[in-house]
């Protein structure tokens, strides 16, 4: 069942707000932003009019879930799996940061958010690196909303690195055997120093996980929708919260 149901009066959106729980809002909301090559194509444009329409939903969604009061948002831009697509699409996608940046960074300045980056830096080029340091540095004393972008990001490397790293502290006798336990891998994750994403979110309507976040999801409550990530709207971002609200976690115990 696709949900796309859009209500379009502001009055609407304030009452579907106010029938959310306040003290039950996902902490942090994760989220694959799928489908803007599909969107753009079904309307006879190139893939890259979807991306930069993508754009336009970051930024809606960030302030949409800074006013349902949600304190982590990780968007996931770019996988380390999206270098295979042909190198203009990847070239625009790795000037958009920059581009995003230019346009909305006083905007997020002045609703006091954090920006920050996880990825794997190595591969980014230069400009799309110095844009997204200047924007987590600028920012880094906000204490509102944290932003972050997963920008060439895998989780299997960053696990695959995580175990290097205890390998070597092993042998080199920083890290004793018995101390390598979960608290220490989540410490040497991306994510370190946020907490696991409470509600996981997919657009675009494929049922999977492209390598996001497998530790860290381990659980979390997931959304799919079919709607496009340039359509997702504060309106969508309600509806998965609701559904969050209406779930029962039980973490391998009993209610
Ligand atoms: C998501 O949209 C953005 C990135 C993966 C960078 P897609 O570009 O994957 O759009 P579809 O899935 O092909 O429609
Ligand atoms: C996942 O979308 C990655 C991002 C949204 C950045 P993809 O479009 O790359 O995922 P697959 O290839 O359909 O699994
Ligand atoms: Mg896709």
Do not use: C
């Amino acid at each position: 069942m696709k949900n796309l149901f859009r209500p379009r009066l502001k009055q609407d959106q304030q009452n579907l707000t106010l029938s959310l729980d306040k003290n039950n809002i996902p902490e942090h909301v994760a989220i694959i932003m799928d489908g803007n090559g599909r969107w753009a194509n079904r309307r006879g444009m190139p893939r890259i009019v979807g991306h930069q329409n993508g754009m336009k939903a970051v930024k809606r969604t960030t302030i949409a879930a800074d006013e349902l009061g949600i304190k982590y948002l990780t968007m996931y831009a770019f996988s380390t799996e999206n270098w295979k697509r042909p190198k203009d699409e990847v070239d625009f996608l790795m000037k958009l940061p920059q581009e995003f940046l230019a346009l909305e960074m006083d905007e997020l300045v002045e609703k006091n958010v954090q920006v920050k980056m996880m990825g794997h830096t190595d591969a980014l080029p230069k400009y799309t690196i110095a844009a997204m340091e200047e924007a987590v540095k600028r920012t880094e004393n906000n204490t509102g909303l944290v932003l972050n972008f997963a920008l060439n990001y895998g989780s299997r490397r960053e696990i695959t690195e995580s175990l290097r790293t205890a390998v070597q502290e092993i042998a080199s006798g920083t890290l004793q055997l018995e101390d390598l336990n979960e608290d220490w891998i989540s410490s040497r994750l991306l994510t370190k120093g946020i907490p696991d994403p409470d509600l996981l979110i997919r657009t675009g309507g494929e049922i999977r996980l492209s390598n996001f976040m497998l530790w860290q999801l381990a659980y979390s409550e997931f959304w799919f929708t079919d709607v496009y990530w340039p359509e997702f709207s504060k309106e969508h971002l309600i509806a998965a919260v609701a559904e969050f609200q209406r779930r029962t976690r039980r973490y391998g115990g009993l209610t």
